[in-house]
């Protein structure tokens, strides 16, 4: 809402200006023009944005650590249904927004919309899978259900009953200890606890990391399967190979802000093109946070 207003103001001041320049030269025809040229702009902005609905938004978020600047005045947001993939260098401030825009780090300002609502009201519908996972290590993966089941106001048999979790393929996991599980189980189950609410958003805070090239292919399929399933997913990467095949939409986040955004479909299907592209918008930014909090 605030860009629209920003947009109208620039569109305004600027057709004031075109105004009085052609008046004054004497060429007032070329203000039809003008007039012309908006109106196909605005009216192609309208069909851009007619029926998208946003499921959760960041709008102006900045947070400070001490005297590094994270992240500023930074928006994004994602509709229902939609793979999301912010991506960006470490140190960038990706965990750091994942952490506001899933409720658990109060940003210095600005907001986090669920549904048009402040965050606060929507946490339950939002599931988090952190870098580093917090799995109880010395329970089965059945025990870690039971307890986040609990805490989201269920029961472990009614947890494996929904859906999203029936697509983990979780029966070789359940009486194993997560201690004795490989990386690619681990992550699924980490997957899991984050389900057991049945919430309508995952954010996922690179997920393919320490995961060998098997893992993640098994991993991108599974979230394609939860996609489909009615799961909306938000989630990091700064790798190529991670972005293009899997998103639908990607944020470059780069020196606090975002820096580009755009339709993985409109960008190069080449990883090392699509990897130049990155670096050379990131390198084009003059520093960043100093760590990824």
Not at 187 to 207: C, F, K, N, Q, Y
Request: glycine residues 10%; charged residues 20%; proline residues 4%.
């Amino acid at each position: 809402m605030q860009n629209h207003k920003l947009i109208s103001i620039f569109i305004y001041t600027t057709d004031r200006f075109v105004h009085f320049f052609c008046a004054f030269s004497g060429n007032l025809p070329y203000y039809s023009f003008w007039c012309n040229i908006i109106s196909r702009c605005i009216a192609s902005s309208r069909d851009q944005n007619r029926g998208r609905t946003e499921l959760i938004s960041a709008v102006n978020i900045s947070k400070r650590y001490g005297k590094a600047v994270i992240l500023d005045q930074v928006s994004i947001a994602v509709a229902p249904g939609e793979i999301v993939c912010i991506v960006g260098p470490n140190g960038s401030g990706k965990s750091t927004l994942l952490a506001i825009l899933a409720g658990l780090l109060p940003a210095d300002s600005g907001q986090v919309l669920y549904k048009g609502a402040p965050l606060r009201r929507a946490t339950g519908h939002i599931g988090f899978v952190p870098q580093q996972d917090s799995l109880f290590p010395e329970l089965t993966t059945a025990g870690n259900l039971s307890f986040w089941a609990s805490a989201a106001g269920s029961s472990l048999p009614g947890a494996l009953g929904s859906p999203a979790l029936r697509l983990l393929g979780l029966d070789e996991l359940l009486h194993k200890q997560v201690r004795h599980l490989s990386g690619g189980m681990r992550r699924r189950a980490a997957i899991a606890t984050a389900l057991v609410g049945e919430p309508s958003l995952l954010i996922l805070d690179e997920p393919f990391t320490g995961l060998d090239l098997y893992f993640k292919e098994q991993l991108a399929a599974l979230l394609k399967r939860l996609r489909d399933a009615g799961v909306t997913l938000l989630y990091t990467s700064h790798n190529a190979d991670e972005i293009a095949p899997l998103s639908d939409r990607m944020h470059l986040l780069s020196g606090g802000g975002i820096v580009m955004s755009a339709k993985t479909s409109a960008l190069s299907q080449n990883r090392e093109e699509l990897t130049r592209y990155l670096l050379e918008h990131i390198r084009n930014q003059a520093g960043y946070g100093n760590g990824d909090k």
